[in-house]
């Protein structure tokens, strides 16, 4: 399996962008998929988690309320629309895969991970 992120860019504060994670490969049905982000000599954080079946998701607090996670029926292809930017939403963002709907926050537990697409704000 191979995940492929793109969609990041410049954007301005308050303003919107989008991204997306496409799947390749076979078997894999039952893949949870999450955002998480790493800025600047910062670790990485979750950002937003949406199961195979799109009936579940989880968002950080510091997005919730502006990020939506949402997946193709088809389940290989996850968006993450990102409105109400701030600067501190500057960062690399990487998409990756986690079989089942295990705790989505922990890094560690994920199978796969697309190479990461960045996003800077600017204020």
């Known amino acids: 399996v191979q995940l492929q992120a793109s969609g990041g860019g410049l954007a301005q504060a308050g303003g919107s962008r989008r991204l997306s994670c496409a799947a390749s490969?076979?078997?894999?049905?039952?893949?949870?998929m999450s955002w998480f982000r790493q800025a600047p000599g910062k670790e990485r954080e979750f950002v937003a988690a949406?199961?195979?079946?799109?009936?579940?998701?989880r968002y950080a607090d510091s997005v919730k309320g502006r990020f939506i996670i949402s997946r193709e029926r088809a389940g290989t292809t996850v968006y993450l629309q990102m409105n109400s930017l701030k600067s501190e939403d500057t960062a690399v963002y990487y998409c990756g895969a986690v079989r089942g709907w295990p705790d989505p926050r922990i890094p560690r537990l994920y199978d796969y991970w697309g190479q990461g697409t960045l996003v800077t704000v600017s204020s």
């Open positions: 490969g076979r078997g894999f049905d039952d893949y949870a």
């Open positions: 949406i199961s195979w079946s799109a009936d579940r998701t």
